[in-house]
């Protein structure tokens, strides 16, 4: 059974477990890289797994948000770009995907048109027989 990590200890087999993940290994290579290099049980490379998978959704989302405001900074200065060139169809589909980016726009209704027929065919029951 392996000692009680340090908290760097700790840190780099979440880091390195981290890195295992975003390679794509497998949960069974993970495991056993824990129990051969650090002495670990199955259960005990889980809460690594768990506190890795923690990191890997915490940066997904900081990231997230950057992206959207790196996304809106850009549309924003093309907006601006495609006025100073009078090009209003331009302008206008930056307008839409601003609306988009920032959810504003309702989804499209999709109307159904024509008659629809239902069919039902009435089949006796067998204890009405």
Same mark, same amino acid.
């Given at each position: ?44 490379? =889980? ?6 998978? /923690?990191? *890997? ?5 900081? &990231?997230?948000?950057?992206? !959207? ?30 609306? =988009? ?6 989804? /499209?209704? *999709? ?5 629809? &027929?239902?069919?039902?065919? !009435? ?7």
């Amino acid at each position: 059974m392996a000692d009680k990590a340090t908290t760097a200890q700790s840190l780099e087999r979440t880091n390195a477990i981290l890195e295992m993940l975003l390679d794509g290994e497998s949960r069974y290579a993970i495991v056993q890289y824990g129990i051969n290099n650090w002495g670990l049980t199955a259960a005990g490379v =889980d809460k690594y797994i768990g506190k890795a998978n /923690t990191v *890997i959704s915490e940066q997904a989302e900081r &990231d997230a948000g950057k992206l !959207i405001d790196k996304t809106q900074r850009r549309l924003i200065r093309l907006l601006a770009k495609a006025n100073s060139k009078n090009d209003m169809n331009m302008a206008r589909l930056v307008i839409k995907d601003l609306r =988009d980016l920032g959810g504003l726009d309702r989804p /499209t209704k *999709i109307e159904q048109t024509g008659h629809t &027929d239902i069919i039902v065919e !009435i089949v006796p029951n067998e204890v009405d027989e």
